[in-house]
């Protein structure tokens, strides 16, 4: 993976059908999406259960752009390795789940993966000021985690800008996650991101008998994001 600022969508597999994975996965690539995005939630950190490392693994060999997984666990420590086995290249796991994001960081990359912290909508910027020179990601929640179709939570714009000064050079993405819209995408684009995952906004009107809306929508948010 080469560093780069250039607008990467992220369609999150959460709005797929889970019983068709792989054909999902490769309508996803195939309509033009960056990085293919795995929310892993455990009932617990967040109030849903979805995908654990076997299913990880499963869906890898469909994956020809990026895994990036994002784990809604806590304690998360204990399953890095498993996720990391399954072939995630990106893990983010979340500044809240537990004390200690910083040794959860050099888990992450001890593993041989790319290490993102996740921040939760009230947590405010300054608080990974000393993970910046140990991290590939920034994920900047703009929703309540646990559920695909939520609103967009305008209030995070702002950390995303100050998140953008804070990195300043490094080759750190800055990542987008919850109610990204043709609407929406732009503004988040300005202050500075560059990942934008979208569950419902990629994958609305489309299914895998009809797979064209996917690109339509993948296309209007990439668009909208280059004509601001
Ligand atoms: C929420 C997940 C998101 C979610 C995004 O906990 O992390 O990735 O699937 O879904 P939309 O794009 O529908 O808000
Ligand atoms: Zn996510």
Redesign the pocket.
């Known amino acids: 993976m080469v560093f780069d600022r250039s607008i990467k969508i992220a369609p999150?597999i959460?709005?797929a059908d889970f019983a068709n994975f792989g054909a999902e996965i490769q309508a996803i690539e195939a309509a033009g999406c960056d990085w293919v995005?795995v929310?892993a939630?455990d009932g617990h950190f967040?109030p849903n259960l979805t995908f654990g490392p076997p299913l990880c693994a499963a869906i890898r060999p469909h994956i020809k752009t990026v895994m990036d997984v994002?784990l809604?666990i806590a304690p998360v420590d204990p399953y890095i390795e498993a996720y990391a086995k399954a072939g995630a290249d990106i893990i983010t796991a979340h500044l809240e789940a537990g004390p200690h994001a910083h040794r959860t960081m050099q888990a992450i990359r001890a593993n041989g993966a790319k290490a993102g912290i996740a921040l939760n909508p009230a947590t405010p910027a300054h608080e990974i000021e000393y993970l910046l020179d140990m991290i590939d990601l920034v994920c900047v929640?703009t929703?309540n985690?646990?559920?695909?179709?939520?609103k967009f939570i305008t209030s995070q714009i702002d950390k995303v800008r100050q998140l953008r000064q804070m990195i300043g050079d490094r080759p750190i993405h800055i990542e987008i996650?919850?109610?990204?819209t043709p609407l929406t995408a732009p503004l988040v684009a300005e202050a500075g991101a560059d990942v934008l995952?979208?569950?419902?906004?990629v994958f609305k009107g489309g299914s895998v008998s009809n797979p064209a809306p996917y690109k339509t929508n993948i296309s209007a948010i990439r668009a909208a994001t280059e004509e601001r």
Request: overall charge negative.
């Open positions: 999150s959460l709005s995005h929310d939630m967040v994002h809604m929640m929703v985690p646990g559920f695909g179709g939520q996650d919850g109610g990204v995952v979208a569950g419902s906004g």
